[in-house]
């Protein structure tokens, strides 16, 4: 038995995804966990780059930061799994400059629909607590 791909339509023209009853135009809520890395870079410029990232993108929920690495999470609407993961690979480098974020790659991600989110969560192995909304050192 063949499977249709959740983000490819069944061919039959009505607009279904995968025969799920879910309409293709129709954006869903997916949790975005972003993890960059790089060379040593003095903290107050860290903090400050993703201050001014969290003031850019207004849907984040909270930054944690060393001075080599930072774990930056989020809500990204969208549309499949496929189109959130393109945004959150695009999002440490268009606002590298505006934000003077330092030179760092991204070295993880992870993207979960709000329903995944919210089962780990209550299971109890969900993402580690967020910290209040901001921007926080680790």
Do not use: N
Request: aromatic share 8%.
């Amino acid at each position: 038995m063949r499977r249709a791909l959740t983000s490819v339509g069944t061919g039959d023209g009505d607009g279904d995804i995968g025969g799920s009853g879910q309409d293709q135009d129709a954006s869903r809520l997916w949790h975005i966990t972003l993890s960059v890395s790089g060379k040593p870079a003095p903290l107050c410029d860290v903090r400050r780059g993703l201050e001014q990232l969290a003031h850019d993108h207004p849907f984040l929920l909270t930054s944690r930061y060393a001075d080599d690495h930072a774990e930056i999470r989020y809500w990204e609407e969208a549309r499949d799994l496929h189109d959130a993961a393109a945004v959150a690979l695009r999002l440490w480098g268009e606002h590298r400059s505006s934000a003077k974020l330092p030179p760092w790659e991204i070295v993880g991600l992870e993207v979960i629909d709000r329903a995944t989110y919210h089962q780990r969560v209550a299971e109890g192995y969900g993402p580690p607590p967020a910290h209040p909304m901001g921007v926080h050192p680790y």
